[in-house]
């Protein structure tokens, strides 16, 4: 996965069609940070992402959080899923995230395959609990991430706890 950013729709193409030439499988995009004053709306990112889809013709990812000043709406991540086929994971990064997995999952049904907890996997095991398919930690300790996914997902949520718990003494 390659994080492909920039606020000009033209070099955020070219950055996604270096990436997909070299092997990358997934983009990860967020809407174009100008300003705190200066947002896009929901068809200028419709438009802009699915520009870069098309460049790319490989798996994207959105990162929805703060940091680009836009707001992601539930309703547009789940029309952008089910209108965009490269579309199907998110990242979700925002206030009150814990409850916004189940929402787009119930929403976007089989569009949907990934929710990811954000926040350094902070809240992850809550986050697991109402619908993430994992998290994106950056480079966070991955080896001690993965254990607890995989009891987490196959309900030894007991087990997912030792772990960190361990790592921790």
């Known amino acids: 996965m390659i994080t492909c950013k920039h606020f000009s729709t033209q070099f955020a193409i070219e ?8 092997g990358a499988s997934l983009l990860m995009l967020m809407p174009p940070y100008h300003s705190v004053s200066l947002n896009a709306d929901a068809p200028s ?68 395959l990934g929710p990811f907890d954000g926040e350094e996997a902070i809240t992850m095991m809550p986050d697991l609990d109402v619908g993430a398919s994992g998290t994106i930690p950056g480079a966070l300790l991955p080896d001690l991430l993965r254990p607890v996914i995989d009891h987490q997902t196959t309900g030894r949520r007991r087990e997912a706890a030792l772990p960190m718990e361990e790592c921790c003494r």
């Open 15 to 22: 950055r996604a069609r270096y990436a997909a030439a070299r």
């Open 45 to 112: 990112m419709l438009d802009r992402f699915g520009c870069i889809a098309d460049a790319a013709k490989i798996s994207i990812l959105v990162l929805n959080a703060l940091l680009s000043g836009v707001t992601l709406t539930m309703s547009f991540l789940v029309r952008l899923a089910r209108e965009m086929p490269r579309f199907s994971c998110f990242n979700i990064e925002v206030p009150f995230a814990a409850a916004k997995p189940r929402t787009l999952t119930d929403a976007g049904g089989e569009a949907i």
